[in-house]
């Protein structure tokens, strides 16, 4: 299967920035667009940012203008976080779809997540 990584998170200043990073490692396999979700206690995971092989991103209302996400290849994704919020304190969590090829079978497609990462913004 296909593993991702995360990196990056800690603990900022409000106003401050954080950089987080994500590494897809396994068999043979290719990635269609990755992502970054987050989750506090008590709320629904949401999608923060997205992006697409052919380089769409997608990102949610409350960090347009200070999230940027990017892809330096197919298999990692980073997340910029700038002008960082006590709101935007959570647990944050990669995301890659995508196909791999199984041995004595076809390509199938997967849905993999991290372990995620703590972000926490202190005002």
């Known amino acids: 299967q296909v593993q991702l990584v995360e990196s990056g998170g800690g603990l900022v200043q409000a106003g401050g920035s954080l950089r987080l990073s994500c590494a897809a490692s396994?068999?043979?396999?290719?990635?269609?667009?990755m992502a970054w979700y987050r989750q506090t206690p008590g709320k629904q995971r949401e999608l923060v940012a997205a992006?697409?092989?052919?380089?769409?991103t997608n990102y949610a209302d409350s960090v347009k203008g200070r999230f940027t996400i990017s892809r330096d290849n197919t298999k990692t994704v980073d997340l910029q976080m700038n002008s960082l919020q006590p709101e935007d304190t959570a647990v944050y969590y990669c995301?890659?779809?995508?196909?791999?090829?199984?041995?004595?079978?076809?390509?199938?497609?997967?849905?993999?997540w991290g372990q995620g990462t703590q972000v926490t913004v202190s005002s």
């Open positions: 995301n890659a779809v995508g196909l791999v090829l199984r041995i004595g079978a076809g390509p199938a497609t997967f849905d993999s």
């Open positions: 396994g068999s043979l396999f290719s990635i269609n667009a």
């Open positions: 992006i697409t092989g052919g380089g769409s």
